[in-house]
């Protein structure tokens, strides 16, 4: 397992830097979250070992029991939160990728503000309007950053998006492409409390073409840790 591990991660690290190096970038201008998801505590202390420090989880409860086991890594909370979960993750999260509401923004920021942090968040953006997909549409995404900037509790640190389950690999740059655009465009607009620094985007499937679009996160699980 362990030979298996370091294998992939040494692949992935090599295609992180391909990718970015097609784009003007280097390997580490790119931060590479290894999603943990159904992985044992075990494993992923190897993987610790082998120098990854950023895990993402897509599950309150997950995250939440494996933090002890390995507090001294950046855990990062990637999939969809219901309001009435933050607080168990407030004081344990580096980020949290996938802010999707108002309701959620505000609750985030007031356990940080209770808890004295300042939480860095990301907001999910549906670009392709999928109807099975949470996230911020592209054309109220401006509204949204301007609602949700001035929370004292928060940063606001980029955008998140997660491409269509399709083959069709031109839709899923497409998807990249237009996030991008987006996110230099909000770059612009210097709205309150509103940076862009991260675009996270890009998973096993296509973490490539996202970097090649511009992603500086991408969050990678079977590619490291085997198929689920
Ligand atoms: C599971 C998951 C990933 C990683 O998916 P892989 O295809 O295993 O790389 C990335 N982002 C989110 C939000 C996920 O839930």
């Known amino acids: 397992m362990q030979q298996r591990l370091k294998e992939n991660i040494e692949r992935v690290l090599t295609n992180i830097a391909e990718a970015a190096q097609k784009s003007g970038r280097s390997a580490t201008d790119i931060k590479l979250v290894a999603v943990s998801k159904t992985v044992s505590i075990d494993i992923i202390r190897l993987a610790y070992n082998e120098g990854l420090v950023d895990f993402g989880e897509n599950r309150v409860q997950e995250l939440t029991a494996k933090y002890p086991e390995l507090a001294e890594a950046n855990w990062h909370l990637i999939g969809h939160l219901q309001r009435n979960k933050v607080k168990y993750i407030v004081d344990k999260v580096k980020m949290i990728h996938s802010v999707d509401s108002v309701s959620l923004a505000e609750e985030i920021s007031k356990r940080a503000i209770a808890f004295g942090k300042v939480i860095d968040i990301l907001v999910q953006v549906n670009v392709s309007e999928e109807k099975t997909k949470f996230g911020i549409k592209l054309g109220e995404l401006e509204q949204f950053l301007n609602d949700v900037g001035s929370l004292k509790g928060l940063k606001i640190r980029g955008l998140m998006t997660m491409a269509p389950f399709t083959f069709d690999m031109d839709r899923v740059r497409w998807v990249f492409r237009t996030l991008k655009e987006k996110f ?32 500086n996160i991408v969050r990678i699980g079977s590619s490291i840790f085997g198929v689920r």
């Open 184 to 215: 230099d465009e909000i770059k612009t607009m210097d709205i309150a409390g509103v940076k862009m620094d991260y675009l996270s985007m890009g998973m096993s499937n296509d973490y490539m073409v996202a970097i090649e679009e511009g992603a």
